[in-house]
């Protein structure tokens, strides 16, 4: 009950200050616009205005406070205005509709769920080489390493050209980024996980003259669990980013990625931020879904108590 | 050929050398042990920490590689014991998977070794009883105290067709109490199983209630200082430890600790 009551104060207190935060952000915009409606605004020079500090004009100009909170196209739109957008485009909007938010969600929750597939995959099965070979480990680690310093953002459109060019396009190149982004923290963490078993552990199975795969399936991969549900909700996350900047730089007209970019092109910040929340709401339930999956699996493994 | 055989000691250690190269240069972990360990006996390996009890015990294992001398244990090299699983290992911890029940954990080298699925339920209810853990197979390992995760550790090593017993400090990070309890149970089980025991300990009293031949070891170089065949029944009730015998043979492993460290 006192969590909760801790929990709900601080929404409270970050929803308090981005409407705070809209009304300087937003004050130059609706001032003109009052102006444009006949209302008389302080100072009248509209050249001097731009050249004022945001408090100085809202102190001059209380009575245009409201309106910062109910612009068409704020800077920064207020929590109600992105909420109202939310429900409009999920509830408010049939699922096949090309400005239903549900829809674009699918679009990009299948790209990520197909990269995170092969990004989960490929980690795996990397992380399995690396193990058991020191030349692997030694000449794939490194690239792996190397490969998430390169800025996804600037990958992105080469990853999409280059399969363009050999015709594959549609949600094969979303997912190839998607995925590029998510094998990583697989591999690191099943690398440490399956690494997890201590000398002793591994002694004991010496001691039974047990195979490496025997080693592998009793010790290594169940010893590897916890760490790899840690990795996969990492993983998760990076893929649905991945997803998302795969739309970016094609123009695509579907997905939550489109939306953004959309939102930009027209200077519709509301649809933006409805779309930057949409996301953000479909990571945190993909994390939740692995909690879950992880809690009911090392259960049955008898790990967790 | 048969006749040798039967004769022949479990283990046979001659000359054994084993120097470890360490960053900080060359440990003399053992230096030239003669040791012969025949068929039924419970040997303990006594003495200070670093005298190479550990590395005597994992150079019987095939764990570690003697770098001079000769092992034999069963007539064989120790590799080969260990791949025709010649012995079951007891490590200091239990180290029982997490993830399987105590009953799993039994079964885990019976598994490996390719046991059938009636035969390993055979096994496990047998050892369980050995350890006196019937009734707990569904439990997982922390659900149990230390003493019987421990002793789930044994039932492990028992489980399978190995007439050598190698235990490394098994109980050394138990009780007083439970060790006690423990020691005698695991006397009960030898005169049982009728297996070959070898138990390292820095405990003297544990060593002269549980050992057939006490082997006293002293370090740098780790060496053996003196092997002292115990005069006491192979029946052993606790009390046995406050007799004049008993005593006795605790002063004389006494006095070799104390040999081996004053001539360093
Ligand atoms: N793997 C190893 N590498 C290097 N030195 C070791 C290794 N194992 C043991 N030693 C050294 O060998 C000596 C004997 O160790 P050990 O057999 O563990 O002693 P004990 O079991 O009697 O306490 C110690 O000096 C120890 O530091
Ligand atoms: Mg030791």
Same mark, same amino acid.
């Given at each position: 009950m006192k969590s909760i009551l801790a929990v709900l104060t601080v929404i409270a207190v970050i929803i308090a200050l981005w409407y705070a935060a809209c009304v300087p952000m937003n004050i130059k915009g609706v001032l003109v616009e009052a102006e444009r409606a006949g209302a008389e605004v302080q100072p009248p020079s509209a050249k001097v205005r731009r050249d004022m500090g945001e408090i100085g004009l809202i102190i001059d100009n209380s009575f245009a406070i409201p309106a910062t909170w109910e612009q068409a196209r704020p800077r920064l739109p207020a929590p109600h205005q992105v909420a109202t957008e939310l429900w409009n485009t999920t509830v408010g909007k049939k699922i096949t509709s090309k400005r239903s938010l549900i829809y674009h969600g699918w679009v990009t929750l299948s790209a990520t769920l197909l990269g995170f597939a092969i990004g989960t995959g490929l980690g795996i099965l990397l992380a399995v080489g690396i193990v058991h070979s020191r030349v692997m480990d030694m000449s794939v680690m490194p690239w792996a390493i190397v490969s998430q310093t390169i800025p996804i953002i600037a990958l992105a459109p080469m990853i999409i050209v280059v399969l363009y060019s050999v015709g594959v396009q549609g949600i094969i190149p979303k997912a190839v980024i998607s995925a590029y982004l998510s094998f990583f923290p697989v591999v690191v963490g099943m690398v440490k996980g399956l690494r997890s078993p201590d000398h002793m552990q591994l002694d004991l199975l010496?001691? @039974? /003259?047990? /195979?490496?795969s025997q080693g592998f399936w009793k010790l290594r991969l169940?010893? /590897?669990?916890? @760490?790899l549900f840690a990795s996969l909700k990492i993983g998760i996350a990076a893929s649905l980013v991945g997803a998302i900047v795969g739309e970016l730089p094609t123009g695509a007209v579907a997905g939550l990625g489109a939306r953004l970019l959309a939102g930009s092109y027209y200077g519709q910040t509301v649809q933006i931020w409805s779309a930057l929340f949409a996301a953000a709401i479909l990571a945190a339930c993909l994390v939740a879904l692995l909690g879950l999956i992880e809690r009911m699996v090392l259960k049955? #493994?008898?790990i967790a108590s | 050929m048969t006749t040798e055989s039967t004769t022949q000691p479990v283990i046979k250690a001659r000359q054994l050398d084993l120097t470890f190269q360490t960053n900080d240069g060359p440990v003399h972990a053992l230096k030239d042990v003669n040791l012969d360990i025949n068929k039924g006996d419970f040997v303990s390996f006594i003495g200070p $920490?670093? !005298?190479?009890?550990?590395? &005597?015990?994992? !150079?019987?294992a095939a764990l570690e590689t003697p770098t001079g001398g000769t092992l034999s244990v069963n007539? #064989? $090299?120790a590799d080969e014991a260990r791949r025709n699983r010649a012995y079951g290992y007891v490590f200091q911890a239990a180290g029982l998977y997490p993830w399987r029940t105590i009953s799993k954990n039994i079964k885990l080298p019976l598994e490996i070794m390719g046991y059938s699925k009636s035969d390993q339920d055979k096994r496990v209810s047998e050892v369980l009883e050995l350890v006196d853990l019937a009734g707990f197979g569904g439990k997982y390992p922390w659900q149990l105290s230390g003493g019987m995760q421990q002793r789930a550790s044994i039932a492990r090593a028992l489980a399978f067709d190995a007439d050598l017993l190698l235990m490394d400090e098994p109980f050394g990070a138990l009780d007083e109490i439970v060790r006690d309890h423990l020691n005698e149970q695991l006397l009960q089980l030898w005169?049982?199983?009728?297996?070959?025991?070898? &138990?390292?300990?820095? /405990?003297?009293?544990?060593?002269? @209630?549980? $050992?057939?031949k006490i082997v006293v070891m002293s370090p740098r170089p780790g060496r053996i200082t003196d092997v002292i065949e115990s005069p006491l029944p192979k029946e052993r009730p606790l009390d046995i430890r406050d007799t004049p015998e008993f005593i006795e043979v605790a002063h004389r492993v006494r006095e070799g600790l104390r040999a081996g460290h004053s001539d360093d």
């Open positions: 010496r001691t @039974y /003259s047990a /195979s490496q169940p010893a /590897s669990m916890p @760490y049955r #493994m008898g | $920490s670093g !005298c190479g009890k550990t590395t &005597f015990l994992r !150079c019987i007539g #064989m $090299s005169a049982r199983t009728n297996k070959t025991i070898g &138990f390292v300990t820095h /405990s003297i009293p544990e060593a002269v @209630y549980l $050992s057939t």
